[in-house]
């Protein structure tokens, strides 16, 4: 695997496991499985049917899970200690058995990748769980598949278009926290006033 693509890659699947780490692997599962795309050795174990399965199930209990405002947030707030480390792990796997030193790198950065984006979706659902309507936790649920689906194949097919697109997200994230934390402290400010 180029270079290119094996950073691709190592950051794509960051990215994808913190946002949705079962989509992640059952989408990487199914690829290699296929033969759409040659995994790496190290992630592989991805393909393996009872992998697949596993995931397969924990995807649809997150599907459901997702759907429901309030049960989201809660999954995410507990998914903070799966999918960083999971993400973290996966870019690493990645990478292959090139030298330590890029191994490591790859852990790191994917650590970062994955928390990044695993923040980002946490608190945005957390503005949406706002609304009253279930439509647009459904919308955003939805959309999130999508982009991991989508990212993943992108990360493959397409290294360097991701890369930009993985540099564009980092930007719009960088350019929200403000608003974000804005958004959520007023949202506490809320509900801490109704209590207190």
Do not use: C
Request: charged share 10%; hydrophobic share 55%.
């Amino acid at each position: 695997m180029e270079t290119v693509g094996m950073i691709a890659l190592a950051l794509g699947v960051a990215w994808a496991s913190g946002i949705k780490l079962y989509a992640a692997v059952l989408t990487l599962g199914l690829l290699g499985a296929t033969g759409n795309v040659v995994l790496p050795e190290k992630l592989q174990v991805l393909a393996h049917p009872w992998v697949i399965g596993v995931a397969g199930f924990l995807y649809l209990m997150e599907f459901i899970a997702d759907k429901i405002p309030g049960v989201d947030s809660v999954w995410d707030a507990i998914h903070t200690f799966i999918r960083i480390p999971a993400g973290a792990v996966l870019a690493m796997g990645a990478v292959g058995t090139v030298d330590p030193l890029i191994a490591t790198l790859a852990f790191l950065v994917g650590g970062v990748i994955s928390t990044g984006s695993h923040g980002a979706k946490m608190s945005t659902r957390l503005a949406i769980n706002t609304s009253p309507e279930p439509f647009s936790n459904w919308g955003a649920s939805i959309g999130e598949d999508a982009a991991v689906a989508f990212g993943l194949y992108t990360a493959f097919h397409h290294p360097l278009v991701f890369l930009v697109l993985l540099v564009v997200f980092i930007g719009l994230v960088i350019w929200l926290l403000p608003k974000i934390y804005r958004l959520l402290k007023s949202i506490f400010q809320r509900v801490a006033g109704r209590f207190g």
